[in-house]
Structure formats: C-alpha cells, structure tokens
C-alpha cells in the first residue's frame, strides 16, 4: 500500500476522529488542512514558508498541470515534488471539478469528458484512463478518481445518472492506475444532496476497497446545514480504518463542523483567495485589512498569533502594502491565513485528544458568528 492510516482515538464527547496518515514523502497528523497549490504553486509562497506555517501537505490539479506546462514535462522534471521542490506530501485532485464547472464549454460522454481550455479555447478531452495516466505522471503521494462533479440543484434523475456514471469511473481508474504501490487512488463519493444516492455511493465505492475515500459535490452552493446534513447520512456508512476527505471545504466553521461528523481531511483555495482580496482570516471573523479603518491601526492582524506576520507587522503596514499593490502584502496576509487554519486543525486534535471536542468547537463557533 502507498499509504498507511492509523486511527488513534475516537473522542468520546463527539465522535471526532484523530489519526496518523503515512504516505511516501511523510506522516502527518489527522485531521488536517491542506493548502490548495493549483499550478504547483500556493500562490504568493515559497515552499519553505509552506513549511514554516507548518503545511505538511499540499494539493495541486490534474486539470491546470494537463493544460500547462503538462504532465510530460513534470514528469521529466522528476515529478511534482522535485519540480515545485516541495518535499512534503501532496495530493493531485482529477480536474474533474475543473472540467465539469466549464458548464458550456464541455460535453459529458461515457468515454469522458470533452472540453475546451480556459487558456486558448483549444479542444481537450479527459477519460478517467487519462486522468490516472496524468496523475500517474505528476508523481502526488494521493491521486484522486475521475468523478462527475454532480452540480447543485440537480433533480434526482440526474444526479443517479451521475453518481452511476462516477462509479463506472471509478472502476475503469483503478484499472488504468499504474503506480498503486507508490500512489495511493482514493475513489470519490456523489449522489448529489439525496441520502439513498449518498449511501448507493458509499457501497459501490467500498466494494472497490480504495485506501481512502473522498466526499465530492459537497459545498458547490448548498446551504451549509444541507451539507451537514449529507455528511451525518454519509460518513457512519464509510469505513471506520481509511482516511475521509471532503473536498473543497476550508472555512473556519465549516472545518470544525466537519471534523465533528468524523472528516480526516481538508482542502480549500479560501485562505489564499481572500488573502489576494486584502481580507484575514481570524478566531472571531474576518478583518478586511483593505478597508480605511485599518490605516492608523499598528495591532497585528491579529492579538496572540504566532505567525510571521502577526510577530513583524501592523494592520497599517499591511493595508498600505495592499493599497500600494505590493505583491509583499498578498504574501503576508496568506502567510496568516494558512497559520489561522493549520493552528485551528492542531487545536482541534488537541481537543479530541482530551475528548473536549465538543466543548472546544463550541467555543470557536460562537467567537465566529
């Protein structure tokens, strides 16, 4: 097996899971958040400030590698972790909800997906046998099957047709998947926002026997207590000794909720998108650093961080860096933001270490509303 997880303690207050995940560049600590680096990058950051804010793990794309600079050339390179020289884990998402959120400039088939590039409109098509070869390719410790991103709304039909597509995906990955004592292919549940359709998926994808299971279609504009709601109908049906992720989810408050219904992992763009907008991420909310009240304020973002830059620099400072256009503040602002939620994640461990869980999810979601 590629990965080794091992589940430590069950906290008894919640149900909250803490583990230990071992994958060929590394173990790591569940649960955990891990920093989006779309195009083997995480925008604004160098790996070694990666590693200071303390990201053990990393995602990157299938779909944006494909395009550019393609999957040959980082395999040449000697893979994604000599190419990004990032020495930790990484996961390679299939690009399936890349493809799929193209609405109009894609079309679905049995064979896979045809669609056309954001980059240059040119004519592209991704199966699942090509997704697994291209992830095969970039080298990531954990790659991902080839799913329908089942949109929202979606009638019931549709979303059947979708998840009964998703499985025979599934099936066709783990046959094309070359490298499965070096990479680990975690199969991905759908069915949409219907309960019966979420469990039709947890069997099928079981009886597939992956190393780990991924929610998809998960906050993809749902209310967020719907998507509460799918996880507490899904996540007791899943196998009590593989690794959960919900994909694309990286809220404060949606990370605590997660980690409660029993999510080992998480991924979001979040902390570095708002960063690029001037905007914090804190244990009370968010600080729009941008914004005039800030321009005499010389308080770290926020009081009691200890990131770089809540250590080195005001609120003033790095709203006259965003005001200035200065690429710095995108920087330091990211640099908080990912501190935020890694530190958040050790605080819950913590917590479910001491089986308080509950009470300390309590308090952070209450600083938070």
């Known amino acids: 097996m590629a990965i080794k997880f091992q589940l430590e303690k069950t906290c008894r207050q919640t149900g909250a899971r803490l583990g230990v995940l071992t994958t060929p560049h590394g173990s790591f600590s569940t649960p955990i958040f891990m920093p989006v680096g779309t195009q083997a990058t995480v925008k604004t950051l160098t790996p070694a400030q990666l590693q200071v804010v303390g990201a053990e793990i990393i995602l990157s794309n299938t779909y944006h590698l494909y395009l550019r600079p393609g999957h040959v050339v980082v395999e040449k390179a000697g893979g994604l972790h000599h190419f990004m020289q990032w020495s930790g884990s990484i996961l390679t998402d299939s690009g399936g909800f890349q493809v799929f959120s193209l609405n109009d400039l894609r079309k679905i088939t049995e064979e896979g997906v045809e669609f056309r590039s954001h980059l240059d409109g040119s004519r592209q098509f991704l199966s699942p046998e090509l ?21 929202y709304p979606a009638d019931y039909s549709y979303a059947k047709t979708s998840l009964e597509r998703t499985i025979r995906w599934a099936a066709r990955c783990v046959k094309a998947h070359a490298k499965p004592s070096e990479q680990a292919l975690f199969g991905i549940i759908q069915g949409g926002m219907y309960r019966d359709l979420r469990a039709e998926s947890v069997k099928a994808m079981t009886e597939l026997d992956f190393p780990g299971y991924a929610l998809g279609g998960l906050s993809v504009g749902e209310r967020k207590p719907l998507m509460y709601e799918m996880l507490e109908s899904t996540v007791p049906f899943m196998p009590q000794d593989k690794p959960r992720y919900l ?56 009081a009691g961080c200890d990131c770089y830059t809540c250590q080195h620099f005001s609120r003033a400072y790095v709203r006259h860096l965003i005001k200035a256009e200065e690429v710095l503040g995108l920087t330091l602002i990211s640099i908080h933001n990912l501190r935020f939620l890694l530190r958040l994640m050790a605080d819950m461990r913590q917590a479910i270490r001491e089986d308080r869980s509950g009470d300390f999810a309590s308090a952070v979601l209450s600083r938070l509303q």
């Open 247 to 302: 994909m694309g989810v990286g809220s404060a408050d949606c990370l605590v909720e997660g980690v409660l219904r029993g999510i080992d992992m998480f991924d979001c763009v979040l902390p570095t998108r708002v960063a690029r907008n001037g905007t914090a991420l804190t244990a009370n909310g968010k600080v729009v650093v941008r914004n005039a009240t800030y321009a005499e304020d010389f308080a770290p973002i926020e």
């Open 131 to 151: 997704a697994t070869h291209v992830q095969n390719a970039l080298g990531a410790d954990i790659i991902m099957c080839f799913d329908e991103c089942t949109p």
